[in-house]
């Protein structure tokens, strides 16, 4: 059996695996769960707030333990959503592979039981989170980037005015940067290959995606030589015009420069017939 969680559609969680890594994750923990003192008036809240303690004091596994026992006793305590929240930054705090699993499937969770909960903008920041934390290198598989940029989109659509958007749009510009990094080294490969209708292909298709690539200067820069190795030079100007008026600064201004002089030239009269 699989479970199918409605923030981005992106992943399937196997509820065997996640059941697993919770299962580890407590292994010898049981007998510390916190004990709630004789005659606590209000048992959940206890609960919660040495949990939040805990996980303040960066005490991920005791922090859990508190908000597990919560969520496991009190079904119907109004301290549950921050638990069950409390829980995930508790093990994305830990920060393990298998930790950051183990908290995607509770802000997953979170956002399916309470969607219209107040932090229910926090969940979703959280889990776009958890997989910006699993980046990998631009030269290496790009899944949890792509992840991180659906669930920090996903965000912005739904909470556009979530006092967290700034954060938030800031990861995301990351998250995009780091695949058009990936895409870009592909495009200038096939550049430095001399396989210029690759290049051309693969860097149109980037600034096509995303025109607001942090690099982009690169991109104009070698997409603009590629269509001069072409015989293409009136496609290639813009692309270098683009470069000189959107970066104030970049390595490739003064080559750029040139070419723009090179490509506006007048071309040279024909030699007189005698």
């Known amino acids: 059996m699989t479970y199918a969680f409605p923030s981005s559609g992106l992943r399937l969680v196997s509820s065997g695996a996640v059941a697993l890594l919770l299962a580890l994750s407590l292994t010898g923990c049981a007998s510390s769960k916190g004990k709630i003192p004789a005659g606590t008036a209000q048992p959940d809240r206890f609960l919660f707030e040495r949990g939040t303690e805990m996980l303040n004091k960066r005490k991920w596994v005791t922090s859990r333990e508190y908000f597990r026992q919560l969520l496991d006793s009190y079904p119907q305590s109004a301290y549950r959503p921050d638990a069950k929240l409390g829980l995930g930054d508790a093990y994305l705090g830990e920060g393990s592979p298998e930790s950051l699993v183990l908290a995607i499937n509770e802000f997953r969770e979170f956002l399916t039981f309470y969607p219209t909960n107040r932090r229910a903008d926090y969940a979703q920041y959280k889990l776009g989170l958890c997989h910006f934390r699993q980046m990998a290198k631009p030269e290496r598989d790009q899944t949890q980037t792509a992840d991180a940029v659906a669930e920090f989109e996903a965000f912005m659509q739904r909470y556009p005015d979530s006092s967290l958007a700034p954060e938030v749009r800031a990861k995301l510009r990351q998250a995009k940067d780091r695949l058009d990094e990936s895409s870009y080294r592909v495009g200038l490969f096939y550049f430095r ?82």
């Open 193 to 274: 290959s001399r396989w210029y209708p690759g290049a051309i292909d693969r860097l149109k298709k980037l600034l096509a995606e995303d025109p607001e690539y942090s690099q982009r200067d690169a991109v104009y820069f070698y997409l603009g030589e590629a269509l001069i190795r072409m015989n293409m030079k009136a496609e290639a100007l813009p692309y270098f015009d683009r470069l000189v008026k959107e970066f104030e600064k970049s390595e490739y201004l003064a080559r750029a420069g040139k070419r723009i002089e090179e490509l506006k030239a007048p071309a040279a009269p024909p030699a007189p017939i005698r």
